[in-house]
């Protein structure tokens, strides 16, 4: 099946170390859940953003022929937007990252980057990608079957449920790191979904439900066409990263495939917006 290309803007068409909240929720089956809504931003999100919201995609990859969420599964805890990184100063840069649980190589080569050494971002790289800046929150991936309609994400569109039966909508909502035109499939989204725990340990939070709702501006898949999908009332089972090292292979955390097909090589698409090229 052949990706989407869609060029045109909406309008010329008519046409991503917060804790665990371990305080919250309760007995799912003797109370109504918990449902935890961040304060809204009280001021305009990042212009460069706005970029990621202009509804371009090009041969973005359909999946299969229904539109659906694949997976929503806990990535990284509290290591997302971690304040007073530097190229500055490696080994303090070093430290705040190993405390905030992120991972940590050696770079090698002429003038690494920061983004050589750690996949944790800053704040303020946070909010270019974002809208808004955070600090120590969590990232998760929820993945779909088709690609997403830009304009169209916000963190209010998902509802999470959590294994203690809390229900928490995310912080913030985009498809970043996956921003060229022929990925975003993928929504990420920032937010305090659990603990490092694995399931089965005692005080284990992590994310069981994730469900598209109606936060009034409906969040649009796109199929061939292009053809639109509202996708509330899509939901999945969600998971978790953090799995215990003795879990026998097959249930094991992680990444898994979970779809895949033959197609014919084209780079059409293959490039991010000017101002994410290289990041």
């Known amino acids: 099946m052949k990706g989407v ?11 991503g170390l917060a804790g665990g909240l371990a305080g919250c929720g309760g007995d799912s089956n003797s109370s109504p859940p918990e449902t935890v809504t961040p304060e809204p931003p009280s001021t305009e999100s990042t212009a460069t953003s706005q970029i990621l919201r202009n509804d371009v995609l090009v041969q973005a990859e359909i999946w ?21 990184m530097s190229l500055d100063d490696l080994a303090r840069t070093e ?4 405390m905030a649980g992120g991972n940590w190589s050696h770079a090698t080569g002429a003038n690494p980057t920061l983004g050589s050494y750690t996949s944790s971002p800053g704040p303020d790289d946070v909010a270019g990608a974002f809208g808004y800046p955070a600090e120590y929150t969590d990232g998760l991936p929820i993945v779909f079957s088709w690609p997403v309609l830009p304009s169209s994400i916000n963190p209010e569109d998902f509802l999470f449920t959590l294994s203690n039966g809390t229900q928490v909508t995310p912080q913030l909502a985009s498809f970043g790191p996956n921003v060229d035109y022929n990925e975003r499939s993928t929504v990420v989204v ?23 709702v109606d936060d009034g501006t409906p969040l649009q898949l796109v199929g061939p066409g292009p053809r639109f999908v509202n996708a509330v009332g899509m939901s999945a089972q969600a998971g978790t990263s953090y799995g215990h090292p003795l879990d026998a292979p097959q249930d094991r955390a992680g990444p898994r ?12 698409g293959d490039i991010a917006p000017p101002f994410f090229v290289g990041a």
């Open 64 to 84: 299969e022929v229904e539109p659906k969420i694949y997976t929503a599964n806990l990535a990284v805890v509290g290591s997302v937007g971690i304040p007073g």
């Open 257 to 268: 495939l979970v779809a895949a097909k033959l197609t014919r090589m084209s780079n059409i």
């Open 190 to 212: 920032f937010g305090s979904f659990g603990n490092r725990l694995s399931p089965g340990t005692p005080g284990a939070i992590y994310p069981v439900k994730v469900e598209v």
């Open 5 to 15: 290309y869609v060029s045109r803007p909406l309008a010329a068409l008519a046409v």
């Open 95 to 98: 430290q705040l990252v190993r």
